[in-house]
């Protein structure tokens, strides 16, 4: 039987390469995400290319209609190998100036959704003794910059991957928070970034998005429960260590990080 994998947030960025490599894999995909159509041309296109199953159902995972659709999908799924929780979203602006709505969506999607599809996917792939769970969290959980309740949402995710993959010594599952920085996707081509010049960033930051999926995919057996992808991210992370933490993380935060700036939302 095909291996199966569920992906949040799968019409683009990181959920859909995610999506195109676990078809080279011969994976068979659950894709959810808000946007049927692109869902829907995603799905095509990976069903002729490989000759895999993709099934298609789109999902709101800021409501709760929408979080019980994929719980019962989970429930009914002969076999799921694979969970990514790579739906997400930032918001532009500092904290206190964001609509209240924004912030209870991205603690709906960010948090409640990825602890209940965690959840929900555990028990089955317990019982069959394998499986994988990907938490797509951020660089920006790990560092103390401005990134408000992104940042926060992400380091949550980071610390709920580690207690739970320390509760599965011994068992073959799998639990990944994955954290990458600046990721070249189509995030910033929406109306969001009118005016964002990528050239903003220096280069050495960009990361490209089907590296860090390979990379993802790659360190998983391997049990790397928090996984930087990016030899200058985790040199960044490892300086945040030390005691001048303080003033490096001050100087990434105001120069590449900063909330109030729109290249603040290319995070992934």
């Known amino acids: 039987m095909p291996k199966t994998a569920l992906i949040t947030g799968a019409s683009s960025g990181l959920g859909a390469e995610f999506a195109r490599q676990l078809a080279a894999q011969g994976y068979d995909l659950v894709l959810t995400a808000r946007r049927l159509p692109r869902l829907e041309a995603l799905a095509q296109e990976l069903q002729a290319q490989f000759s895999i199953s993709a099934q298609v159902l789109p999902a709101d995972l800021s409501t709760r209609e929408g979080m019980e659709r994929l719980e019962e999908c989970i429930a009914h799924l002969p076999t799921l190998d694979l969970l990514v929780n790579n739906a997400g979203f930032g918001t532009n602006g500092p904290f206190v100036d964001v609509e209240r709505s924004a912030h209870d969506a991205m603690l709906q999607v960010h948090i409640t959704a990825a602890v209940r599809l965690?959840?929900?996917?555990?028990?089955?792939?317990?019982?069959?003794?394998?499986?994988?769970?990907?938490?797509?969290?951020?660089?920006?959980?790990?560092?103390?910059?401005?990134?408000?309740?992104?940042?926060?949402?992400?380091?949550?995710?980071?610390?709920?991957?580690?207690?739970?993959?320390?509760?599965?010594?011994?068992?073959?599952?799998?639990?990944?928070?994955?954290?990458?920085?600046?990721?070249?996707?189509?995030?910033?081509?929406?109306?969001?970034?009118?005016?964002?010049?990528?050239?903003?960033?220096?280069?050495?930051?960009?990361?490209?998005?089907?590296?860090?999926?390979?990379?993802?995919?790659?360190?998983?057996?391997?049990?790397?429960?928090?996984?930087?992808?990016?030899?200058?991210?985790?040199?960044?992370?490892?300086?945040?260590?030390?005691?001048?933490?303080?003033?490096?993380?001050?100087?990434?935060?105001?120069?590449?990080?900063?909330?109030?700036?729109?290249?603040?939302?290319?995070?992934?």
């Open 118 to 268: 965690t959840h929900a996917a555990l028990p089955g792939m317990l019982a069959r003794g394998q499986g994988g769970i990907i938490n797509v969290a951020s660089v920006a959980g790990i560092l103390p910059i401005r990134s408000e309740l992104y940042g926060s949402t992400k380091a949550f995710l980071i610390i709920f991957s580690q207690a739970v993959q320390s509760q599965l010594r011994g068992r073959e599952v799998h639990i990944q928070a994955l954290c990458p920085g600046f990721t070249v996707t189509e995030f910033h081509e929406t109306p969001a970034f009118a005016g964002f010049d990528r050239r903003q960033i220096p280069r050495w930051l960009w990361l490209d998005a089907s590296q860090v999926v390979r990379d993802s995919l790659q360190a998983l057996p391997r049990r790397a429960v928090v996984y930087i992808p990016g030899g200058q991210y985790r040199l960044i992370a490892l300086l945040a260590r030390l005691p001048l933490a303080g003033a490096i993380t001050r100087f990434v935060g105001d120069h590449f990080f900063a909330n109030d700036h729109p290249r603040a939302k290319e995070i992934v």
